[in-house]
């Protein structure tokens, strides 16, 4: 387990594998079984805040502040590919479309850019944002991206020709998380900078047919950092108070709380079945929860490092 800061981890679609970046500008695989270092990647220069693994495997990628997307191949962790633009702002997130063909990644210039994973071409470039992007979300369908700065606003654009379909306007606080629901109809987002500083901790949930802000939710005291959509449009948010709570999907109505840290989350993962929803916390543990009732399934430990980011593999295995 590193002893550095790690500033994301991601696992490979068997579960295998993990991949870390860190404020030491490097990208490292580990092997799952027995926490050993598998390889370590020194391209990028400046720190690693973003992580990310295909969705067949095949290839992984990497935002770092030296100004570049850098991708590897699985196969003898070969640089594939380092996209970048002169003279533009610094790759703060990464994430692949499901369908595996192109990657997006969140600038500081306020700024998403979106990228052919086989020839490392920019596809577009989506900016309207007048601060840097902190959180990025792609639909299940491959079909619209999400994005959202401090600057207080969510955007959703269509993925395939870059346009800009509405700006969800309505939280006073630095926006944590944005999430797509399973059939693409609906956004959600949570905000809330910590304690003291808390102004808006709330949840919200948006149409994507119209653009409407369908329900407010009160969140968490001292902010919310994470959300997912459930399977049944239940909406899930994790925060500063450690709770895990459900909010129903039809009218935001509080349907239950789990004291699940006790110290804050700071996001959450839902596995690609729906089943399973993942917690990490700065109490440095990964926990594993059944989404149907809320059980706790199973508590990782041996973080080194507060867990600040937390995804499924694909298959969900891990």
């Not at 991708?71 to 997130?93: D, R, Y």
């Not at 902190?134 to 207080?152: D, H, K, Y």
């Not at 948006?206 to 959300?227: E, Y």
Request: net charge negative.
């Amino acid at each position: 387990i590193p002893s550095f800061f790690v500033s994301s981890i991601d696992f490979n679609p068997a579960g295998r594998y993990v991949l870390t970046g860190g404020w030491d500008n490097t990208v490292r695989v580990w092997k799952v079984s027995d926490g050993s270092l598998v390889k370590t990647l020194t391209e990028p220069t400046d720190l690693v805040p973003s992580v990310a693994w295909s969705p067949n495997g095949r290839r992984f990628a990497a935002a770092s502040w030296d100004g570049n997307v850098r991708t590897w191949s699985t196969i003898g962790f070969a640089l594939q590919h380092t996209m970048t633009e002169p003279t533009v702002g610094t790759p703060n997130s990464v994430r692949f479309a499901p369908n595996g063909q192109t990657l997006w990644a969140g600038g500081l210039d306020g700024k998403s850019r979106e990228w052919d994973v086989n020839s490392g071409s920019l596809v577009q470039k989506l900016g309207h944002h007048n601060a840097p992007v902190e959180c990025v979300a792609l639909s299940f369908q491959s079909n619209r991206a999400l994005s959202a700065t401090p600057a207080l606003d969510v955007r959703l654009w269509d993925a395939a020709n870059g346009e800009e379909l509405f700006v969800f306007n309505g939280h006073a606080d630095v926006i944590n998380d944005v999430a797509f629901s399973r059939d693409g109809r609906y956004s959600a987002s949570c905000s809330g900078s910590p304690p003291p500083f808390t102004v808006d901790p709330t949840v919200r949930k948006w149409s994507n047919t119209d653009g409407s802000a369908l329900w407010v939710a009160p969140g968490h005291a001292g902010g919310t950092r994470g959300v997912e959509f459930a399977s049944d449009g239940t909406v899930l948010s994790g925060g500063w108070d450690g709770a895990i709570k459900y909010w129903r999907g039809s009218d935001g109505a509080l349907l239950k709380t789990i004291a699940a840290h006790p110290q804050p989350i700071d996001s959450l993962s839902l596995s690609p079945d729906g089943l399973t929803l993942a917690s990490g916390s700065q109490d440095r543990t990964i926990k594993l929860w059944r989404v149907s009732d809320g059980a706790l399934l199973k508590t990782l430990t041996g973080n080194a490092s507060i867990v600040t980011q937390v995804e499924f593999a694909p298959d969900g295995t891990s």
